[in-house]
């Protein structure tokens, strides 16, 4: 009886277990508005390098991308912004941060960037101010979120929010100027 009853207690655990994601982040959702207002530019851009190094403190490994900015959306900033994000790889250690943004060179990217106040910014909302550009049907370029699969969307409520979608970059990026202009910020 014993036996059994162990037996029974290893299977709920492994099932109790397998139930929970292995790696996950909960995010709270922000909306369009949300990401304008609190972005102090958005910009369009290609990503030139991307280098990982461990904090000063030596505890936290984070990722710096550099990019060239081909447009910027609304706001101002120089031709070339670094933006700073948890995780990364150094020297065999690697942190993966679901819901943080992550880049690769070579890769065009439209950001929602924020002023980190450490000559660096950061992309507003997460991944949900992160977006890859990739060419689409009949040559326009589509908008595709880069929310990744361990990363939670809430509403504050506490209910699921549901993903952002792909969309043409020119709609996206007119919506992006009009909720600027709606909120009175500099649009050129």
């Excluded at 609190?38 to 505890?59: C, H, I, M, N, Y």
């Excluded at 002023?115 to 370029?141: C, K």
């Excluded at 699921?160 to 996206?172: C, D, K, M, T, V």
């Amino acid at each position: 009886m014993k036996r059994m009853v162990s037996g029974v207690l290893l299977i709920a655990l492994i099932a109790l277990v397998a139930a929970v994601p292995a790696a996950a982040s909960t995010f709270l959702a922000m909306d369009r508005t949300e990401l304008v207002r609190e972005a102090d530019a958005v910009v369009q851009g290609r990503v030139l390098k991307v280098e990982s190094f461990w904090e000063p403190t030596g505890t936290v490994i984070v990722s710096e991308a550099m990019v060239q900015v081909e447009e910027a959306v609304i706001g101002r900033t120089p031709t070339i912004v670094r933006v700073k994000t948890f995780g990364g790889e150094v020297d065999g250690f690697y942190v993966d941060a679901h819901g943080f943004p992550t880049f690769q060179a070579d890769e065009r990217v439209l950001l929602f960037l924020e002023d980190d106040g450490e000559d660096t910014m950061r992309v507003t909302g997460y991944q949900l101010g992160q977006y890859r550009l990739v060419p689409g049907e009949g040559g326009a370029e589509l908008a595709v979120p880069a929310l990744d699969e361990g990363a939670s969307l809430l509403t504050a409520d506490g209910m699921r929010a549901p993903a952002p979608e792909a969309q043409p970059l020119a709609e996206l990026k007119d919506q992006i100027r009009a909720e600027a202009r709606r909120l009175g910020k500099s649009t050129d």
